[in-house]
Structures are given as C-alpha cells and as structure tokens.
C-alpha cells in the first residue's frame, strides 16, 4: 500500500495565482508523484533482500514522514498540526488499523509475488469503493461503473496469469496466498478511503497524512515489538533504502501530487495517478528483472483502464 488517501484529497482547486501557469507544470508533477509511489515497491523487495524485516521498514518509513510532516508544518507553514482530541484520535486509529493493516497485507504480498503483478492488482480498489458506496447510498452503480468492474475482475485474473494452462500449477505455491493478500490490503485501502474521506476534508490533506502515517508507525512498532521482529540494528545499505522509502517513495510522492493537483485540478490529477502500477512495472522490470507475459500485459492495461474510468464516472 504505497500512498495515502489521494481521492480524498481532491478538494483542492487550481490556486488562483498559479492559473496562467501552463498544466504541463502540473501535470509533470502529478506524474512525477506515480513514478515516486511506484518505487515503493521496489525498495520493499530491496529491503527484504537486505535483512529488513517488515515491521522495520513500515514503522521507520511512516514514523520517519511523520516527524518530516509535523516538522515541516510547524517551521515553514505555521500550520495547526493538532486538530484536537477527537479529530486527531480518529486518523490517528484510521492510520493504526486501516492504513496500517493494507499496508502489511501489501508488503507481505511482496515477500510472495513479483512487484510487477502486486502493484497493478492494488488498483483495483476503486471497485470495492464504488461497490461500498452502492450499498452505503442504495444507489446502484451506472453502466459505465460496472464496464470497470467488470474490466478489472478481468484484468486481475489476466495479471495473475489464471489462464487454462497455468491455473493448476499456480495453486501449489505462494502465488494465490500473495494475490489473495494484495485483494485484502485493495479491501482495506477501499474502507480507508471510506472512513477518512470526511475527516481529511475537514482537517486538511497535510495534517491527516501526518497524523495517519503517526498511528501506521506506532502500529507496526508495537506489532515489531510483541513479535520480537523490530530490530534497530540496521546496516548501512538498510539505512539507505529506509531513507530513500521516507523521502522518494512517502514525502516526495504526497508534496508532487498535491502541488499539481492545485495546478490542474482533481480530476487530471487522480488520472495521471494511475499511472502508479504501470511505473512499478517497468521498474521491476528494469531494475528486478522481473517479465510478464502478453496476457498479463493485458490484464495490467485492464486494471488500469477500469480504474480511468470510475475516476471520469465519479467527475461528472
């Protein structure tokens, strides 16, 4: 689970000042943010490769954004970083069991299946959301909503590579338990962007991530702690990668998209957004050596179009 509740932070409108500048600005910085969020697993893979434990790498990434966020806020922006009790409360048990619990479901999927099919699968969330809101308002999806889902329970089954010759063969190893995992932590990040869509509009996008990344990392510090995994002892290369996962792949991703949402507005913005798993991709590939066949090629071009199209549904 790479980033923070995008969808809800679409309040934001072009800033007034920056409307004669021209969108490519904008749109470079929302595409620069995928490219950020799409690193993130990656670096998982690297940090599994080098002895970090899961606990480690979670609760050092979203400790160490915290402390930049509220840091930040307090010294340049002058911002209210306490919201209050019951506010900071509940994104604080948002980030703690929601976030916190995709987050764990996704990086544990990455310990089972390539970053190249985990990424794509995430995406299918905007399903669960939309489904969510069915049953939430009675109001059933339109045609063009199930076209996407019907696109994405397609394009996940492609990406997995669930064709006639290869289904039976799938079903000995850890693939189906890492997919099935990746399915979770959609499911979780869906009810994540359910539960805190009114409180970050309410708050402001700054402080709630601050405050949720603040309850993710003293989740999985404790968790690290009863379960004897959170080891401090961390190589140079370990330190490394946490860093380049709090700066490249947490704050980098979350400043860029917000700033070029404020150039080019919600809806561009979401949309240059799904371009998050197609950068995971290409970087596995490159930088994992990771392959993927025509089907699941197919399938990811799927997931990724579903997902176009419930953000256009949601805009008009």
């Known amino acids: 689970m790479q980033n923070t509740n995008r969808s809800s932070m679409q309040s934001t409108t072009p800033h007034p000042a ?6 490519w600005i904008g749109a470079g910085l929302c595409v620069l943010s995928a490219a950020s969020y799409g690193s993130i697993s990656i670096l998982g893979k690297y940090g599994y490769a080098n002895g970090l434990t899961l606990t480690n790498m979670l609760s050092l990434r979203f400790g160490g954004a915290a402390i930049a966020l509220f840091a930040t806020m307090a010294l340049f922006h002058r911002r209210v970083i306490y919201p209050g009790r019951r506010l900071s409360m509940l994104l604080f048990l948002i980030g703690a069991v929601g976030y916190a619990g995709g987050t764990a479901l996704f990086f544990g999927a990455l310990q089972r299946i390539p970053a190249s099919l985990a990424s794509p699968i995430l995406f299918i969330y905007p ?24 696109m994405a329970v397609v394009g996940v089954f492609l990406t997995a590579g669930l ?30 962007v359910l539960s805190s869509d009114r409180l970050i509009r309410e708050v402001g996008a700054w402080v709630s991530t601050a405050w949720i990344f603040a309850g993710a990392a003293v989740s999985f ?14 190589s140079s290369t370990g330190v490394g990668i946490l860093l380049m996962m709090i700066i490249f792949s947490t704050i980098l991703p979350l400043s860029t998209f917000l700033a070029g949402m404020a150039r080019i507005g919600p809806t561009a913005a979401s949309l240059l957004s799904t371009l998050e798993p197609a950068f995971t991709v290409l970087l596995a590939m490159v930088l994992l050596g990771e392959r993927l066949i025509l089907l699941q090629g197919v399938g990811i071009g799927l ?7 419930l953000t256009l549904s949601h805009s008009r």
């Open 303 to 309: 997931v990724l179009a579903s997902a176009i199209l």
């Open 221 to 234: 510090g404790l968790v690290g702690w009863l379960t004897g995994t959170l080891d401090f002892n961390l």
């Open 18 to 23: 920056r409307a004669k500048e021209p969108r």
């Open 127 to 150: 399903v669960f959301v939309s489904l969510s809101q069915w049953r939430i308002s009675r109001i059933p999806p339109v045609r063009r909503e199930w076209v996407a889902i019907l």
């Open 163 to 192: 064709d006639s010759s290869t289904a039976i063969s799938l079903l000995g190893d850890n693939t189906i338990l890492g997919m099935t995992m990746v399915l979770g932590s959609a499911i979780l990040y869906a009810a994540f």
